[in-house]
């Protein structure tokens, strides 16, 4: 799926390119890797302690994002990279983590309910009669499902419910 | 040869069991509503069946998943050609010949050309399973941790090369991979690594919520804010017979996507989507009227699906023979074979052949009711396609969450699902390829284990990979591979995959 972004960019101009700035990104996460590695023994080569490998890998993190920042000249723009569901996702990755906060406490059908009507509800506007529906349904319904018929343990909320 | 068939007749004894049986079948079905759904691929419908499977027989585990599987392959065909949406990456291909034949007024034979090729190339996939699986399972058992080490590394090689994108970027997706596999205690010493003093990071980063969050979450944010999907025409069963012209023309495709499929299928990385991307590409090459493909051409359906389901079928191979993954799908497999306490590799074969040969027969059963279910029942599978997405994608959503969170009733796998979601969202705006790194997480604490355990055989000495013939032809593989790979890159020239259709991902 790799293509769908570059479908989204538009090739030349100047600037930095994505695959420049990709890389020393890389490059700075294998340097941070190395610093938190620095707690674990690396030991010898005859007995390679915890830290052996992790460093090894943190080594090659690096020179690839290195690699890749040096070869990236002919990569798209970063400018050019567009973002048009940027908003939607970060208010469904929220919204994800809002519910999963909620998962334990109040329980799996009340916080999947509230999961479903935000989202169809607030951020799609859909009617609130199916809303309802969609939402009540779902929770009630892949409970019965998911726990009673499969079997498999499922949160629920301080009511029992 | 003789052997071979007995162990297969055993496999049949526990794939026709009606319980095995109704899970086979009970698996199709989901995986066939999982692949048609966008967002929700073979991957993300394994992972989120996974915990259901926990109470039941590790036969009936895989089978199901297996069923999960294949039925996700065939579903992703169906909405490619109708609808030209890939429920699945492998089914990309699919959509530039099958949408313009149902365009063209021939939906009806583009699907049955399809469930025909996948049901051909799944049977050649199950016969090559069970003769190669035995064969190359009894060669592993001359592997020590040497000859591993250097197959994991083969391995990753041969995904970057495979890979559809630049391989550096490959590469650092693989390497990601394998640093995300660090985390948690370390076998050997019992440090606990890179935890940030989270208790149940203790025990690693699970494969099901990397999976599941840079698959299916980050799918999901990519195209929650698509338009409705459009008009689903619905092909009535007569208007589902090719014409003979139409099989006469699907024939070779068929047949060669299977055998190319298979065999791309064993190496590691994204094999069933690179294996439609290459079939298409030999298919438009070998063509008489190469200019026919993208407007209709049967064969750009034909090749594509045999061999990605072939794919599929031969990923089966090194997972169950050497238990090692070769993509995101069979980590996950092995995962919920390793829950009920069984190690797939060398010895699986021989230590429990009911559950080897009872797979392999299933997977024939299952590649029979596909066919039954795919053809007659489209009508009825379509009208899955007919939900709005903006009550779909939420829905989507809440099973992510809830199948992640049932696997080992943890939130904070949750939360590693969701940050993977949206590391996998930006990376794949950036054009990285996400498969290395599920199969780096899978395959790092392996690797790591085996190199160390080499390092201290030979006390200190990397002179120990080329002391083992085995481990020195697997490093010179992976040197050449590299070298191929980085040529390109060096000298101005066209890529291999470029002229095998790849080219829109090949950078």
């Known amino acids: ?161 | 040869m003789l052997e071979t068939f007995h162990s297969l007749m055993l496999g049949f004894s526990v794939a026709f069991q009606p319980e095995v049986l109704m899970y086979a079948f009970a698996g199709c079905i989901i995986g066939t509503l999982v692949g048609m759904m966008p967002g929700l691929g073979p991957l993300a419908g394994i992972s989120l069946l996974l915990p259901a499977t926990f109470g039941l027989n590790p036969i009936i585990a895989i089978v199901l998943l297996a069923g999960v599987y294949y039925g996700a392959m065939y579903g992703g065909s169906t909405t490619s050609i109708l609808m030209r949406i890939p429920g699945e990456a492998a089914s990309v291909m699919t959509c530039v010949d099958g949408y313009a034949m149902t365009q063209n007024g021939r939906a009806g034979p583009a699907l049955a050309i399809a469930a025909i090729g996948s049901f051909f190339a799944g049977t050649v996939g199950v016969v090559g399973l069970m003769l190669l699986a035995p064969t190359l399972a009894s060669f592993a058992l001359r592997f020590g941790p040497p000859e591993y080490t250097a197959l994991l590394l083969m391995g990753l090689f041969v995904l970057a090369y495979m890979s559809g994108g630049s391989m550096l970027k490959t590469l650092a997706m693989a390497v990601l991979g394998l640093l995300v596999g660090m985390i948690g205690i370390d076998a050997m010493s019992g440090y606990t690594r890179f935890s940030f003093g989270i208790v149940e990071l203790g025990d690693g980063v699970g494969i099901v919520p990397v999976a599941v969050g840079l698959f299916g979450i980050s799918e999901i944010l990519l195209t929650a804010g698509q338009a409705e999907p459009p008009k689903v025409q619905q092909p009535s069963l007569r208007q589902l017979i090719p014409s003979g012209e139409e099989f006469r023309r699907s024939a070779g495709p068929i047949l060669r996507g299977s055998l190319l499929g298979f065999m791309i299928g064993i190496i590691p990385g994204s094999a069933h989507i690179i294996s439609s991307f290459v079939s298409y590409g030999i298919e438009r090459r070998l063509s008489l009227h190469p200019e026919r493909f993208g407007k209709g051409a049967i064969e750009g359906v034909a090749g594509p699906e045999s061999a990605n389901n072939a794919a599929a079928t031969g990923a089966f191979v090194p997972m169950l023979a050497l238990g090692i993954p070769t993509s995101p799908v069979t980590a996950v497999m092995i995962a919920a074979i390793m829950i009920h306490g069984i190690s797939p590799g060398p010895v699986l074969i021989q230590e429990q052949p009911e559950l080897f040969w009872g797979f392999v027969a299933s997977m024939y059963v299952g590649n029979v009711v596909l066919l039954i279910l795919n053809l007659p029942m489209v009508g009825l599978f379509v009208n899955l396609l007919r939900i709005p997405y903006a009550y779909m994608y939420p829905c989507i959503l809440a099973f992510c969450i809830v199948g992640v969170y049932s696997v080992s009733n943890s939130v904070v796998d949750v939360v590693i699902m969701l940050l993977m979601g949206g590391v996998g969202y930006v990376l794949r705006k950036l054009g990285y390829d996400l498969a290395p790194v599920a199969l780096g997480l899978v395959l790092g604490p392996m690797l790591e284990l085996s190199l160390r355990q080499s390092l201290a055989m030979s006390g200190g000495s990397y002179g120990i990979f080329l002391e083992r013939p085995i481990a020195v032809t697997m490093f010179v593989l992976a040197l050449i591979l590299l070298a191929l790979a980085l040529k390109p890159l060096i000298f101005k020239g066209k890529d291999w995959r470029a002229n095998v259709g790849l080219e829109d991902q090949v950078d």
């Open chain 1, 1 to 161: 799926m790799a293509e769908s972004a570059h479908q989204e960019t538009v090739h030349g101009g100047s600037g930095l390119k994505s695959d420049q700035v990709s890389g020393v990104i890389l490059l700075g996460l294998a340097l941070y890797i190395g610093w938190l590695n620095r707690e674990f023994p690396v030991g010898s080569l005859a007995e390679p302690g915890p830290g052996y490998v992790p460093l090894l890998l943190a080594i090659a993190l690096g020179s690839i994002g290195l690699l890749i920042a040096v070869f990236g000249g002919r990569s798209a723009p970063l400018l050019g990279i567009r973002w048009p569901e940027a908003g939607r996702a970060a208010a469904i990755l929220i919204a994800c983590a809002v519910t999963t906060l909620l998962l334990e406490r109040i329980g799996y059908r009340l916080s999947v309910a509230v999961l479903l009507v935000f989202f169809i509800g607030v951020v799609e506007r859909k009617k609130p009669l199916a809303v309802v529906l969609v939402a009540g349904g779902f929770s009630l319904v892949s409970f019965y499902v998911i726990a009673d018929l499969l079997h498999v343990p499922l949160p629920r909320g301080p009511w029992g419910f």
